[in-house]
Every structure is written in C-alpha cells, then in structure tokens.
C-alpha cells in the first residue's frame, strides 16, 4: 500500500512537472479560450449593454443601448445609455430631442457642447419630456448612471430611469 | 519546551559540475522563454530580458550548488516585487496620463485585472453570467494588461502546478514586503496573536459576500493595498479620496511598518483574501513540508523563521506545516537538524527530500522564470527606457 501511494505521489509530481512545460505552450491558451467560451460577459454597469437601436442624425448617429438594471444593492440606478458618434463630425453643441424606446415620441432633450479637446470635461442638460425619465442639470461623470464622458470615438450620456 | 538549538550547519554544497547539469534544464527554458522578446524590434527589451534570464539562470544554480531555497528565492521574489509597479506604473501613465483609472476607462473596459479579484468574481458569474469587473475578457491593444481570460487562465494553469506556491514564486505584490521584512535582523515585535491568522479568510468571506450583493469588485473599490503602486480609482470626489485614502493607509501599514516590526508578509499573513483562496489548493498539491519527526528537537526555529506563521506548536508536533504554508523554503532552510523537508504526498516523509525539492524547484521555478521573470524583464527595460 504504501509502495503504491508513493508511486502514485511520484506520477502526480511528475504529471505537475510535465503540466509546467505546458503552460506557456498549451495550457493558457487553451484555458483562456475556455474561459472566453464560457458566455460570460462584463456588468452592463461598466459597459452599457448593448444596442438596441440607432437613430441616424445629420452626419452622425446616436446608439440607443438596452436599458440597464443594477443587480441586488448595487450602487446604481437603472439607466438608459444613449452614444453620439462619431465625435469628429459632431456639431459644436448638440440639443436634440431623442425617442428612447422607439415609440414615435421624444423622450428626452439632450444639451450638450462637443469641445474640440478629447480630455475636456463635458456635461449635459437632459430635460425629461417623459416622467420614465429622469432630468439632469449640469451633470458630468457623477457615478456609472449618471453621466456624460468621452470614450474612444464616441460621447455616452447615461440618464437614470425612474424606478417605478 | 523549547531547547536551545544545535549549531547551525549548512548542508554539504554539490559539486559545481553536478550543480551546473541540474541547472542545464532551466537555462534552457529560460532561453525559451526569452527567445520571444528577440522576435521584437526593441533593444531594451533585449537586453533586460537577457539580464532577467541569467539572473533566473543564476539563483537556480544556486539553490543547486547550496541546497538551500529561500535565501535564493527571495533575491527573485524582492526583485519581482520591486520591478512590478515600475512596469505596470509605466505602462498606466504611458496609455492615459496617470495612474488613476478615470470612469470612461472603466467603461471601455481597460481596467486592468489582476488575480486578485477572482475569488470574488466567482458567485456573480456563477449566478448570473456576469462579471463585476470594468474589464476587458480578451486582450485589448489599448488596454494594460492582457485581459481577464488571459489572467484567469494564467492563474488556473500555474494554480494547477504550483498551488498555494503561487504566493512565493509567482505574486508580484508580495515581494515588496518579503524585502521590508528581511531589511531588521531581529523582530521588534516578537508576539503576534495566532488569531490574526484567521484574518485573510474573514476578509475573503467579507469581500466575496459583499462583492455579489453590490455586485462590484469590492476589494479592488475599497481595500487593495496595492492600489497605492499600481493603480487607483481617479478621486473625483470625496468617497475617492476616501478610498484612496485606505489604499495608501493599508499599503504604508501591512506592507512597509508591520513587515519592518513583525519581520513577517504581514499582508499575505493577516488580510490578503486572494492568499486565504489559494490555501485552499494547498490540498490538491503534491508537493508539501513535512517535519521528520525522528530528527526534530523543538527548538522552534521554523516557526520563528516562517514569514506567514503557518507553523506552530501544534503542526510541528503533527510534522506539517498548516494550510497557509506557501512553500517558500524558509523553515526548511531555518532548520539545524535536517528535520524539515520537502515531501511528495504518499511518500515516506525525509526518504529523498531532495528529490522532492528538486521536482518541486522545477515546477516552480519554471513558472517563476516565465511569470515573474517577465514582470522582471518588463520592469528592467522601463528603467533601461527611462534612463538609458
């Protein structure tokens, strides 16, 4: 018995010892693919969710992303994402009233100036046109929903949704 | 009872021909390893990668040529420790500026991840697919680091080899107090209350709780103390002053003061929840340290020697080490009598230790070169960047 245990100890150090040798060959990537492959995705919070629907503007578009809503007690409020890209062809202020949930019917006007800097500080005026959606005065990157910043080539206003 | 120990000796040294063969194997895979920063255009990086190979090359020979683990081991583990933020610090202010994460970087998703999160990554994913972290799952070109997948499976593959040991060869945090502890030759505080012991798993059930129900990385938000060499939360109001406020508190305290009093990782010891994590594949190990009990005088040198108090009265008279041991070699080394070894699981315990510690360097020191040595590498061609 004890013969055996030590030749088992010996086969799995030996096993630990080949395992080394394929980690940088083999076993990361084949474990980072798996990882990848398991369907997992980062907290709408961080990324926005993904969009629903595109409103085409004068030379722009503006992404209308899926609302988000926070998990347990998480420190958030439930938020719509609305993108306006890209920022090169934007005009020097943007005031537009948006349709949020595609129902023929602006939900939303949305003020804001576009700097020409990329690392200037932004903030926006969203005057709520329906009680679904909260109003903002002047807001700049308070917390994950409630927002205005720049990122890559695009600027995301994220307006809180009332909770019902 | 404590009896005074014996003179200490050191083992016999192995012959320099003998020692060079045993390090032959790992000379090539260090060649291996930094054969790749050849492939690039970058002068620097080739010549800190041929630095980082012979100085990985050279601790091996000799933990060969003295037998001994820890004395050399710690010249990589501080050098890791050391050279870490200076890469990564590099890196961050090279890609945005500085080294607080602003919130438009976290919505694109270019935090960078590290491995300590992953514990708390675990109940969120399980139960709802999602991951509460502002990164990227595969690489970013725009982002530090190479992705959340990558560190997973980075992780998984060395946890697999290496187990608890990722704490002494592969964590490039713990270095910077591994050096603060060996800089006192004797402790200013001599007794530290065993129950601090339970301290990493109380702030691992804490974090990994609090992490699902605010569905954030909570220890990352609020009490890495790394943060304060690697990256913070932009304080862009009170609440970030606040948590940068703790980042620093706890860095200064559990990695610079307590390590200097305690001569102990005081970090890894009382708090880290990542290291209580990875205790846990201490039992899926082959590897481990026994204490031969036929040759042991209690003299208690190992346990005063153990910079994680992961022996004590009670696992010396069992002949093990406790669950928190992460393998360094320091009791080993420490032990006048030969008394604790090396053991592979389901031999005899002191029939060829150095057997079992050869098995073990190897593994270990494999992924040391590969993981540690680029954090080495990394470090040493921002100097080489920098300065030269």
Redesign the interface.
């Known amino acids: 018995m004890?013969s055996l245990?030590?030749?088992?100890?010996?086969t799995?150090?030996?096993l630990?010892?080949f395992?080394?040798?394929l980690?940088?060959f083999v076993?990361?990537?084949?474990?980072?693919?798996?990882?990848?492959s398991?369907?997992?995705?980062?907290?709408?919070?961080?990324?926005?969710g993904p969009t629903v629907r595109t409103i085409q503007g004068t030379g722009y578009t503006i992404d209308v992303h899926r609302e988000v809503i926070?998990?347990?007690?998480?420190?958030e409020n439930p938020f719509v994402e609305l993108a306006w890209k890209p920022v090169g062809v934007l005009p020097p202020r943007i005031s537009e009233r948006v349709d949020i949930d595609g129902n023929g019917t602006p939900d939303v006007l949305v003020s804001f100036d576009v700097p020409k800097d990329p690392k200037a500080m932004l903030h926006v005026d969203v005057e709520s046109l329906n009680p679904r959606y909260e109003s903002m005065r002047n807001v700049g990157?308070?917390k994950?929903s409630r927002?205005i910043?720049?990122?890559?080539d695009a600027i995301?206003v994220r307006i809180p949704v009332a909770e019902p | 009872m404590a009896t005074k120990p014996q003179t200490l000796h050191a083992p016999v040294p192995r012959s320099v021909g003998w020692s060079l063969l045993l390090t032959l194997p790992m000379a090539i895979?260090s060649a291996v390893?930094f054969s790749r920063s050849y492939l690039q255009p970058n002068r620097s990086l080739q010549i800190a990668s041929t630095a980082t190979a012979a100085f990985m090359v050279l601790l091996f020979f000799l933990m060969m040529r003295t037998r001994r683990t820890y004395r050399w081991r710690r010249w990589f583990f501080v050098a890791m420790g050391l050279l870490f933020p200076v890469g990564f610090i590099h890196e961050v202010v090279a890609l945005r500026g500085s080294m607080g994460i602003?919130?438009?970087e976290?919505?694109?998703?270019r935090t960078p991840f590290c491995f300590i999160p992953i514990p708390l990554l675990v109940l969120?994913?399980a139960l709802?697919?999602?991951?509460?972290?502002?990164?990227?799952?595969?690489a970013s070109p725009s982002a530090a680091g190479g992705g959340?997948?990558?560190m997973?499976?980075?992780w998984?593959?060395?946890t697999?080899?290496v187990g608890k040991a990722w704490c002494s060869y592969v964590c490039f945090f713990g270095g910077i107090e591994e050096g603060m502890a060996a800089v006192p030759a004797k402790p200013k505080v001599k007794k530290i209350d065993p129950r601090w012991r339970y301290g990493p798993w109380a702030v691992l059930l804490a974090m990994v709780l609090l992490s699902?129900?605010?569905?954030?990385p909570t220890y990352c938000m609020w009490l890495c103390p790394f943060k304060a060499v690697s990256e913070y939360v932009a304080a862009?109001?009170v609440v970030g002053l606040i948590q940068n406020g703790i980042f620093i508190v706890l860095f200064a305290g559990l990695v610079i003061v307590l390590p200097l009093l305690t001569k102990k990782r005081t970090q890894c010891s009382f708090f880290c929840p990542f290291g209580a994590f990875q205790s846990i594949f201490n039992k899926t190990?082959?590897?481990d340290v026994k204490i031969d009990q036929s040759r042991c005088q209690p003299c208690v040198l190992c346990e005063k020697s153990c910079p994680t108090m992961s022996l004590n009265q009670q696992s010396i008279t069992k002949g093990e080490t406790l669950m928190s041991c992460m393998k360094c070699g320091a009791c080993v080394d420490a032990c006048p009598r030969e008394a604790v070894v090396w053991h592979?699981?389901?031999?005899?315990v002191a029939v060829e230790p150095e057997r079992?510690r050869l098995?073990?360097l190897?593994?270990a020191w494999?992924?040391a070169v590969?993981f540690g040595g680029s954090v080495i590498a990394d470090g040493l061609q921002t100097i080489l960047h920098v300065i030269v």
């Open positions: 004890k245990k030590a030749k088992l100890g010996y799995g150090a030996g630990t010892l395992a080394a040798v980690v940088p076993l990361w990537g084949v474990f980072s693919k798996g990882f990848a398991l369907g997992l995705h980062v907290d709408e919070v961080y990324s926005g926070p998990h347990f007690f998480q420190r990157k308070e994950f927002l910043v720049r990122v890559d995301l | 895979w390893i602003p919130i438009e976290m919505i694109a998703g969120p994913a709802t697919k999602t991951l509460v972290f502002p990164g990227h799952i595969l959340m997948a990558a997973a499976a980075i998984l593959a060395m697999l080899v699902l129900a605010f569905f954030e862009r109001n190990s082959v590897f592979i699981r389901g031999t005899e079992a098995i073990f190897y593994a494999a992924m590969m």
